[in-house]
């Protein structure tokens, strides 16, 4: 089914755990090879400690892709897109993640479990892996962005 078979990593807090289980399952259903940073339950945990860890897998390039899952997605995408060569994309639409990849080249997924229902969110990620990105004008844009740090010191 998919044509793109890169490793993922995928981690997700209490709020979001059923989705990433779902998640889960429909890659490695394809012989996809994903790697759950937890949460490994229901009971409550903190968004950031696992927004950290794949956005660190991501910055780093140990992975080149990324699913974050949280109640809404606002508090991964939030963590995640501090991080230097993140590009968090929050989609609640097919149009949404579609675009995410080709005009923004998004690595990372973020998804809200109590928000997208799990028919949708497949959907979602289907598209999102299966979509280039355009290059061209768009990788201009990102290239204004991807290093605010070298040009505002205090963004460091
Ligand atoms: C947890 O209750 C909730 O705050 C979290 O999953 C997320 O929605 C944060 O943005």
Redesign the pocket.
Known sequence: MFSNKTPLIIGS????YPLKEDIKAYLKEDGMVVEDVGTRGED?VD?PDFAIKVATAISSGKFERGILL???????SMVANKFPNVRAALCMDLYAAIMSRRHNNSNILVL???VTGVGLALEIVTVWLETPFDGGRHQLRIDKFNNLGKMFPHMK
Do not use: K, P, Q, W
Not at 13 to 16: S, T, W
């Open positions: 807090d209490h709020a979001a409550s968004y949280c109640g809404t997605g606002i508090g991964m809200g479990g109590r």
